[in-house]
């Protein structure tokens, strides 16, 4: 029995590429389980590095301190899927660094990032997702979060990795099979 065997009768449509921007407690998760999926080539963005309170989120060890985010990522899904195409950018999505794939994942925690990369998605005509949480309630939208900053743009939000890898589950699943969906609930909603 093959590998993707047991998903063919799913029908679910395998982009050949995404671009995921910031692989932090979501985008981490987002691009480990579309490779996981099948998807073969990925694009990540992120210049962050881990930190010890991503760990709570993130199957990481305290060895990954300290080590970009994006490069993190890469290393442990070609560790479980080695013929994917993983591409690192460790800076900040720009117009000009698009890799222009048909999705735009955007898992960043900042409205100004947000804004360019629907923009940027846009402007390449292709698919923009917001994916991310604010606590215990998990959005997935066509259309950038409204959620508020503080006055440097970035909000610090109690986080777990439940609602991280739930979002980035459902993240993936509306890349390869519900396209139109989007939902905004807390896990609470989601469990009742």
């Excluded at 210049?47 to 985010?69: A, C, F, Q, S």
């Excluded at 080695?82 to 999705?103: A, C, D, G, K, R």
């Excluded at 440097?152 to 390869?176: E, H």
Aim: hydrophobic share 40%; glycine share 6%.
């Amino acid at each position: 029995m093959g590998l993707y065997d047991r998903q063919e009768s799913l029908k679910l449509m395998i982009p050949e590429s995404i671009c995921v921007v910031g692989c932090g407690g979501v985008g981490y998760w987002v691009a480990k389980f579309a490779a996981m999926s099948g998807i073969e080539k990925i694009y990540l963005f992120d210049p962050d590095v881990i930190e010890e309170h991503n760990l709570n989120r993130l199957d990481l060890t305290n060895d990954y301190i300290g080590r970009n985010k994006a490069e993190v990522a890469k290393e442990i899904i070609v560790a479980i899927r080695p013929y994917i195409s993983v591409y690192i950018m460790p800076f900040i999505l720009q117009e000009h660094t698009f890799p222009n794939t048909t999705w735009l994942i955007d898992c960043t925690d900042k409205i100004k990032s947000q804004m360019e990369n629907q923009r940027i998605a846009k402007k390449f005509g292709s698919i923009y997702v917001k994916a991310g949480y604010n606590g215990e309630s998990v959005t997935i939208s066509d259309s950038v979060a409204e959620w508020g900053e503080a006055d440097d743009g970035y909000t610090i939000i109690p986080s777990w990795v439940v609602p991280a890898s739930t979002v980035a589950a459902l993240t993936v699943a509306k890349i390869m099979k519900y396209k139109n969906g989007e939902i905004s609930k807390t896990i609470k909603q989601i469990l009742s």
